[in-house]
Structure formats: structure tokens, C-alpha cells
């Protein structure tokens, strides 16, 4: 267990100021009758992807035509799709049940022509670790890890150390180039929802009940930000959004959306509804929106004005 040399404590006052500011909030999917979940924006901010329940299928909406596309419609392809930074390139893991049993595989998938490439086949253990986007692909199979260059020859210029977090038998583990290092600042427990800053410096996770950490690369508690789910940096690691959600057991009851600033240890409410349930938030790659979904499967795109 890392010693934790430094926990900033969230206080429960939640406020509005200037540093963040909602600009707008659109319905994108008013027009569309079907039901999504788990937005994400593709790596050029053109598009959103998405999926319907059961992480069925991968979708895409383009922001600027309005026009609706399937990208497959395989099981369980929606479930922590890797969008790459050049806009064109898709990592998922669909899966087939065979005798009871999941099997796995790892595909790649052009946005640009829907051309799809299997990496691997239908396997018992196959799962993929948050990542930096770097010319390299990592995966683990038998949590064994592994690595190959990425398809798209674009992103053979993103020639950075490869960096991955993933949480396996209750540990969460750091990989830095090929060595896989144990870091569970807690001792084993829930770790979930855990991820790198863009720069691979800084971890991102929830344990347990007690809300969202942030680490450095050593296993170093740097801040903890308190009932926070689903935390997510924002392109310069300065932000995190995340949402505080209760349940009674069987659903949602309620949910809203924050962002922590980093600098000034202080979370920003930015949504307030009664009738909405906002969940899973993403953010652009401008750090400028945040898409989210309803517990109805509506998609938000939300314009934000945040002062550095």
C-alpha cells in the first residue's frame, strides 16, 4: 500500500461562480425515437458516439450535418469504446455467448468507411486498459499484457510512452512502457472508473463508497473529491467531471453533474432538474463541452466557459 501524503477533502458546499459557466444545453437526439447511452466525442469533436442499452451496438451522430450512423451493431461493442485522437479510429470489444459462456474480441473500426479489423478472436479473457492514445494498441489476454501498432498510419506520428490503468481482483495496476506495476493506494477494494490525464501523469479512480481519487503515478493521493461517480479529466487535467447519483436498490432515483476545479478545490453543480436524470458525462477534446446521457436515453451536448 502507497503511503498517501496529501488528501484535499471536498466540502459539502457546492457553488456557482465565474470559473465555470453553462453556455447552453441541447437535446441531441430529440429527433431521433430510439434510446442511447454512454456518449463520447469522436477524436476530431465532429461526431458523438454512442450505443443503446446494453452497450448494443455502436452509433454515431455528426454534429455539423445532423445525420445519423450505425458503425456496427455487434453485442456489447458500446461498452468502453477507445476513440483515438485522429477522429477516424474506434477500439471495441464486442462478444458472443457460446454454452453460457462470453467470449470476447478486439476490433478496430474506421469511422471514415466503417471498415472493421480484428485484432483478436473471440477469446475467454480478453479486455482493454485505459490508455494514452500512442502509436501503440495495448490489451491484456489472460490478464497477460500486450501490444501492436495501431491501424491507422496517422497515428504512427503519437510516438509517446505507453501508459494504461486497469483494475484487476480488486488491485489497480499502472502499466509504463511493457511493466505492469501495482499501485492500489488502498490496499485491495472497489477501484472502478479509473484513468489517465492526457498527459500520464495523474490517475483517476473511484473506491468504493468513498468517492473519486486522484494519484500520481506512484500511487500518491493528490485530492479527493467526496461522493463523486464516473470522474473524468478534462483535456488539461484541471477539471474533472463527475455526478453524484442515488438509487433504491433497483434504479436511479436521482443524478447530477459536476465539475471539481483542480486549483481551486471547489465542484461547480451544472445540472439542476427534477424530471432529468443526467448520467455518464464525457468531455470534448477542446475541453469547451461536455455530452451526457438521461436515464430516458437522451443525449446533451453542453457548451461550457471555463476560465484557467
Same mark, same amino acid.
Given at each position: 500500500?502507497k503511503k498517501?501524503?496529501?488528501?484535499?477533502?471536498l +466540502?459539502s458546499t +457546492?457553488? $456557482?461562480?465565474q @470559473?465555470? %459557466?453553462v453556455?447552453?444545453?441541447?437535446l441531441?437526439?430529440?429527433?431521433i425515437?430510439e434510446h442511447?447511452y454512454?456518449?463520447h466525442? @469522436?477524436?476530431?469533436?465532429n461526431?458523438?458516439?454512442?450505443t443503446k442499452?446494453?452497450?448494443?451496438?455502436?452509433? @454515431?451522430?455528426?454534429?455539423?450535418?445532423?445525420?445519423?450512423e450505425?458503425?456496427?451493431?455487434? %453485442?456489447g461493442?458500446g461498452?468502453?469504446p477507445? #476513440?483515438y485522437?485522429d477522429?477516424?479510429?474506434i =477500439?471495441?470489444?464486442?462478444?458472443?455467448?457460446?454454452?453460457?459462456?462470453?467470449y470476447?474480441s478486439?476490433?478496430?473500426? &474506421?469511422l471514415?468507411?466503417?471498415?472493421?479489423?480484428?485484432i483478436? &478472436?473471440f477469446?475467454r479473457? =480478453?479486455?482493454?486498459?485505459?490508455?494514452?492514445k500512442?502509436n501503440?494498441i495495448l490489451?491484456?489476454k489472460? $490478464?497477460?499484457?500486450k501490444? #501492436?501498432?495501431a491501424?491507422?498510419? !496517422?497515428?504512427?506520428? =503519437?510516438?509517446?510512452?505507453?501508459?494504461?490503468?486497469f483494475?484487476?481482483n480488486?488491485?489497480? $495496476? *499502472?502499466?509504463?512502457?511493457?511493466?505492469v506495476?501495482e499501485?492500489?493506494?488502498f490496499g485491495?477494494? #472497489?477501484?472502478?472508473?479509473? !484513468? +489517465?490525464?492526457?498527459?500520464?501523469?495523474?490517475?483517476l479512480?473511484? *473506491?468504493?463508497?468513498?468517492g473519486?481519487y /486522484?494519484c500520481d503515478?506512484?500511487?500518491? #493521493?493528490?485530492?479527493?473529491i467526496?461522493?463523486?461517480?464516473?470522474?473524468?479529466?478534462?483535456?488539461?487535467?484541471q477539471y474533472?467531471s463527475?455526478?453524484?447519483?442515488?438509487?433504491n436498490?433497483d434504479? *436511479?432515483t &436521482? @443524478?447530477?453533474?459536476y465539475?471539481?476545479?483542480?486549483?481551486?478545490?471547489k465542484?461547480?453543480?451544472i445540472?439542476?432538474?427534477?424530471d432529468?436524470?443526467e448520467?455518464?458525462a464525457?468531455?470534448s477534446?477542446?475541453g469547451?463541452?461536455? /455530452?451526457?446521457?438521461?436515464?430516458e436515453?437522451?443525449?446533451?451536448?453542453? %457548451?461550457?466557459?471555463?476560465?484557467?
Amino acid at each position: 500500500m502507497k503511503k498517501i501524503f496529501f488528501t484535499l477533502m471536498l +466540502l459539502s458546499t +457546492l457553488a $456557482y461562480s465565474q @470559473s465555470v %459557466k453553462v453556455l447552453e444545453n441541447k437535446l441531441l437526439t430529440g429527433k431521433i425515437s430510439e434510446h442511447f447511452y454512454h456518449p463520447h466525442f @469522436s477524436g476530431d469533436n465532429n461526431h458523438i458516439i454512442f450505443t443503446k442499452a446494453n452497450y448494443n451496438g455502436l452509433y @454515431s451522430l455528426n454534429l455539423k450535418t445532423k445525420k445519423f450512423e450505425t458503425i456496427t451493431n455487434e %453485442k456489447g461493442a458500446g461498452y468502453k469504446p477507445l #476513440i483515438y485522437s485522429d477522429g477516424k479510429t474506434i =477500439l471495441y470489444r464486442p462478444y458472443k455467448i457460446k454454452k453460457g459462456l462470453k467470449y470476447n474480441s478486439i476490433k478496430t473500426v &474506421s469511422l471514415k468507411n466503417k471498415k472493421i479489423k480484428t485484432i483478436e &478472436s473471440f477469446q475467454r479473457e =480478453l479486455s482493454v486498459p485505459n490508455q494514452m492514445k500512442t502509436n501503440k494498441i495495448l490489451y491484456l489476454k489472460n $490478464y497477460n499484457l500486450k501490444e #501492436i501498432d495501431a491501424p491507422n498510419n !496517422s497515428l504512427s506520428k =503519437l510516438k509517446k510512452q505507453n501508459k494504461a490503468v486497469f483494475v484487476k481482483n480488486n488491485s489497480l $495496476y *499502472f502499466v509504463n512502457n511493457g511493466k505492469v506495476i501495482e499501485l492500489s493506494p488502498f490496499g485491495k477494494g #472497489i477501484y472502478v472508473w479509473a !484513468s +489517465l490525464s492526457k498527459d500520464g501523469n495523474k490517475i483517476l479512480f473511484s *473506491f468504493a463508497n468513498k468517492g473519486a481519487y /486522484v494519484c500520481d503515478i506512484k500511487g500518491n #493521493i493528490l485530492f479527493n473529491i467526496k461522493d463523486a461517480h464516473y470522474p473524468k479529466f478534462s483535456p488539461d487535467a484541471q477539471y474533472i467531471s463527475y455526478m453524484i447519483d442515488k438509487d433504491n436498490g433497483d434504479y *436511479f432515483t &436521482s @443524478s447530477d453533474l459536476y465539475i471539481y476545479s483542480l486549483k481551486e478545490n471547489k465542484s461547480y453543480k451544472i445540472t439542476d432538474t427534477n424530471d432529468k436524470i443526467e448520467m455518464y458525462a464525457d468531455w470534448s477534446h477542446d475541453g469547451k463541452k461536455l /455530452v451526457y446521457q438521461t436515464t430516458e436515453g437522451e443525449i446533451y451536448l453542453m %457548451k461550457l466557459d471555463i476560465k484557467n
